[in-house]
């Protein structure tokens, strides 16, 4: 039974009826698996008596209908047809698709969906800006999957902690910090109080102006190269005056980072950002339980772990350098360290890394070496949800036409303008006011940004093309939003008339399609969110929009020549595809304006 609130599906309650009447016809199959799926010759096929039949060496469609004469007389099943060389063709009645959402309509938050029983804790760790240094569309993908797959945990039952690993520590603060030093006022600014997207950007451009001042000087005056070195071996000494000056910079770019994310509506906590720094003081400790191990050995002075199975061109083995010759720590060392810090001190049993693609064999090499170590076993795992890269129109890396790297907010600003447009091409016909018009057009923008990139499978590149995002048409959230307005503008001019459901009535053809698609919500919540792939979601949110399309055309909702009941259930079945739309939509972290 499911727990309180929750509701079994429509599917896994047929497969549990089948794999009974599988088991009662015959025995000595155990607990077979009925392999049902949707279908459009019917509602569902069930294609598992094929390979059971082979394995028996039984007659399938022999096999089939006495699994069909084992099938208990319920409300649920209105017709089972063999067809084929033994599928079963299953069509469901229409009162256990209408009481089936009935229920899942009275669950008031989760409609119906249930927690997963053996959630755990994992820690994503997603959105890694680098301190001093501009955000780029390179960072989108990883804050916008990471937040999605945050929303999509958490609501499943998992305890999720959000782990931000900014580029917060490195040689090149040497020259940043040795500049400040020497030009204190550097890093001054004043904005609008209270405007944290002024803040933000006068922030950048006195970290960029700075970051541009200290590199020339760094490259032509060779007395300052030598201070900005003397000041890394400072600020790796822990000498206060330096840390003090490093601070200033961390701080610096987190007011611009925080405008950043809150232009894409994301919440970032404070105590969740913890950068590479965080876990200095255990970058020795970690070092010396590898050599110690013998996970990690010796090599020209470097301390190594590697891989049969990583070699260079050469064909020689690639090493993963946890310590380099001159005694700095590499990378490696730090991400192993953290993932100490994860399992240990998070009590973590997933580490999950929202990360670039290009990046995928260091994670492979540091979580293998984590392995070795011990940190990673069967109860703890490590997974990297790697993404692929943005592109351009043209299908190359996306840049500005001078060939820079275009900037986040740049981007996010102009999908805002645009959708603002559209949005107010339509705003006199449904009476916006100028605020909702400014509202909805950051939310269509922002959201139309995310979904693009929520859409498109993770590890795929995708073109990032502002005219497509922003169309009415296909598969966008702006089609998406307009789905759901549409359905409140129904609900406001129905009256007198409620949403009721009537599980005696007839459904039409349109119905059937969208209450089966309704009732999909959870098991593609529970897929979604067990392999990480949120773009599964948002296939399923376009499927279901297009459904109400379909149904708008086949069923009129408000028509007078409806009798009530029928007028109560259509409101029925569209008010609760406006509730799984809106709830699908935040869990991808996109609003849902109520009149667009």
Same mark, same amino acid.
């Given at each position: 039974?499911?727990?309180?609130? &929750? ?27 009925? !392999? ?23 007659n ?7 699994? =069909? ?16 060389? /033994? @599928?079963?063709?299953? =069509?469901?009645? +229409?009162r ?17 969906v ?13 959105a ?23 929303? #999509?945990?958490?609501f ?8 931000? $690993? ?7 603060f /040497? ?10 006022d550097?890093?001054? $600014? ?23 001042? &200290?590199?020339?000087? @760094? ?8 201070r ?9 000494? /822990? ?11 961390? *701080? ?13 509506d994301?919440?970032?906590?404070d105590?969740?950002i ?6 200095? +003081? ?13 996970v ?10 590697? @891989? ?12 993963? #350098? ?18 100490? *810090? ?18 995928? !064999? ?9 392995r ?9 795992k ?10 351009g ?11 820079? =790297? ?9 999908a ?19 605020r ?10 922002v ?28 598969? =966008? ?11 409140? &503008? ?11 459901? $009537? ?18 919500f959870?098991?593609? %919540? ?16 376009y ?14 909702? !408000? ?12 409101l @029925? ?13 935040? %869990? ?9």
């Amino acid at each position: 039974m499911p727990e309180h609130g &929750s509701v079994n599906s429509l599917a896994s309650t047929l497969q549990q009826q089948l794999a009974d009447a599988l088991s009662a016809a015959l025995p000595e199959a155990g607990h077979a698996d009925p !392999l049902l799926r949707r279908s459009d010759r019917a509602d569902f096929q069930a294609n598992g008596i094929l390979a059971l039949a082979k394995k028996l060496k039984g007659n399938p469609r022999e096999l089939a209908a006495e699994v =069909t004469e084992a099938l208990p007389a319920s409300d649920l099943i209105k017709d089972v047809e063999v067809s084929g060389p /033994g @599928f079963l063709n299953v =069509t469901l009645t +229409d009162r256990a698709i209408t009481s089936t959402l009935a229920a899942r309509a009275a669950d008031a938050d989760r409609l119906g969906v249930p927690v997963n029983g053996s959630a755990g804790t994992t820690v994503i760790d997603y959105a890694q800006p680098n301190v001093a240094k501009e955000m780029h569309v390179g960072h989108l993908r990883s804050a916008v999957i990471g937040d999605a797959m945050v929303r #999509i945990l958490e609501f499943t039952g998992e305890s999720v902690v959000r782990r931000h $690993h900014i580029g917060d520590w490195g040689t090149q603060f /040497g020259m940043l910090i040795q500049y400040l030093v020497e030009h204190p006022d550097e890093l001054d $600014h004043r904005a609008a109080a209270g405007d944290e997207a002024s803040e933000g950007e006068a922030a950048m451009s006195s970290l960029n102006r700075l970051y541009k001042a &200290s590199r020339a000087l @760094f490259d032509s005056d060779e007395e300052f190269k030598a201070r900005s070195r003397d000041r890394v071996v400072a600020l790796q000494a /822990g000498d206060p005056e330096t840390l003090a000056m490093w601070q200033r910079f961390v *701080d610096e770019s987190k007011i611009y980072f925080y405008s950043v994310f809150d232009k894409l509506d994301m919440e970032i906590d404070d105590p969740d950002i913890v950068g590479e720094s965080g876990y200095n +003081d255990m970058l020795e400790e970690t070092c010396r339980i590898l050599e110690e191990t013998g996970v990690a050995v010796r090599s020209e002075g470097a301390l190594c772990v590697f @891989f049969d199975d990583v070699l260079g061109p050469d064909g020689n083995k690639v090493p993963l #350098i946890v310590k380099k010759t001159n005694g700095g720590y590499g990378y490696a060392a730090t991400d192993l360290s953290a993932i100490r *810090d994860r399992v240990r001190n998070l009590k973590a049993d997933t580490l999950l890394y929202v990360v670039d693609a290009r990046q995928s !064999l260091h994670f492979k090499m540091v979580f293998e070496t984590a392995r070795r170590a011990g940190w990673l076993n069967d109860d703890v795992k490590a997974h990297q949800l790697a993404f692929g890269t943005v592109l351009g129109k043209d299908g190359k890396p996306f840049k500005t036409r001078e060939g820079v =790297t275009v900037r986040l907010e740049d981007l996010l600003d102009e999908a805002v303008d645009r959708a603002t447009a559209v949005v107010r091409e339509k705003a006199a016909k449904v009476g916006l006011s100028e605020r909702e018009i400014v509202e909805n057009g950051r939310y269509v923008g922002v959201g139309a940004v995310k979904y693009a990139d929520l859409s498109t499978s993770a590890v795929r590149d995708y073109k990032f093309d502002l005219d497509q995002m922003v169309s009415l048409n296909g598969d =966008t959230s702006v089609y998406l939003q307009y789905a759901y307005a549409r359905i409140q &503008s129904i609900l406001r001019k129905a009256g007198d008339a409620k949403p009721v459901a $009537h599980p005696e009535l007839e459904l039409a053809p349109a119905e059937r399609a969208l209450g089966l698609h309704l009732d999909q919500f959870g098991e593609v %919540l529970a897929e979604v969110a067990a392999h990480y792939e949120p773009h599964k979601l948002a296939a399923y949110l376009y499927q279901l929009a297009s459904h109400l399309t379909t149904f708008y055309d086949q069923c009129h909702v !408000l028509s007078d020549d409806n009798p009530a009941e029928v007028v109560e259930n259509r409101l @029925f079945l569209v008010e609760l595809t406006a509730r799984t739309l809106h709830r699908g939509m935040a %869990l991808l972290g996109i609003r849902t304006p109520e009149r667009l």
